[in-house]
T-cell receptor, first 112, second 114 residues
Framework: KNEVEQSPQNLTAQEGEFITINCSYSVGISALHWLQQHPGGGIVSLFMLSSGKKKHGRLIATINIQEKHSSLHITASHPRDSAVYIC??????????????FGKGTKLSVKP | EPEVTQTPSHQVTQMGQEVILRCVPISNHLYFYWYRQILGQKVEFLVSFYNNEISEKSEIFDDQFSVERPDGSNFTLKIRSTKLEDSAMYFCASLWDVGGTEAFFGQGTRLTVV
């Protein structure tokens, strides 16, 4: 069983739609990261969450530590939002250093 | 805006050759990681590095792999004898502190073994 599960795997939306991507995890974590990967391959950090909610522009990320669940929302989606969105959890460290465990990603396509 | 720099962006190598992938982490960061992503698959952990030594490594990180931080700035991943299945995107990441701080990723090195 994957330690980090994302849904959906693929998502197609029309420009302007409200989008939600979900992430569930089964391990103890110290933080959860939402990342964006564009077709060129580079990974950009969007949010780092350990509790509650964060907002940056049209992006909102929430986390429920008790339920081990996080959501990434995009309001008023735009074709430039098309990318793969990856949930990654930072595990409680074994020894001196923890590690990021990645979900498989959600491929988002926003049509004009 | 601080950034992690990786070179080269793309490397093509013959099977059996050695390659060195280079990363310059953010200067005051202390924790460093290498990850890889085979085309169409999820990002996988290779190795973590702190205080000039390996903290943890995955099953993927076998004897053909090594890492070092030779001069206090560069963080390198060496693959001694490349195999076809080593073809992947390799990402370097650095953090100032573990757990509660943002992870910064390089743009990746696309390694193609032929």
């Amino acid at each position: 069983k994957n330690e980090v599960e994302q849904s959906p795997q693929n998502l197609t939306a029309q420009e302007g739609e409200f989008i939600t991507i979900n992430c569930s995890y089964s391990v103890g974590i110290s933080a959860l990261h939402w990342l964006q990967q564009h077709p060129g391959g580079g990974i950009v950090s969007l949010f780092m969450l350990s509790s509650g909610k964060k907002k940056h522009g049209r992006l909102i990320a929430t986390i429920n530590i008790q339920e081990k669940h996080s959501s990434l929302h995009i309001t008023a989606s735009h074709p430039r939002d098309s990318a793969v969105y990856i949930c990654a959890v930072f595990t409680v460290g074994r020894g001196s250093q923890g590690n990021l465990i990645f979900g498989k990603g959600t491929k988002l396509s926003v049509k004009p | 805006e601080p950034e992690v720099t990786q070179t080269p962006s793309h490397q093509v190598t013959q099977m059996g050759q050695e390659v060195i992938l280079r990363c310059v982490p953010i200067s005051n960061h202390l924790y460093f990681y290498w990850y890889r992503q085979i085309l169409g698959q999820k990002v996988e952990f290779l190795v973590s590095f702190y205080n000039n030594e390996i903290s943890e490594k995955s099953e993927i990180f076998d004897d053909q792999f090594s890492v070092e931080r030779p001069d206090g700035s560069n963080f390198t991943l060496k693959i001694r004898s490349t195999k076809l299945e080593d073809s992947a995107m390799y990402f370097c990441a650095s953090l100032w502190d573990v757990g509660g701080t943002e992870a910064f990723f390089g743009q990746g090195t696309r390694l193609t073994v032929v």
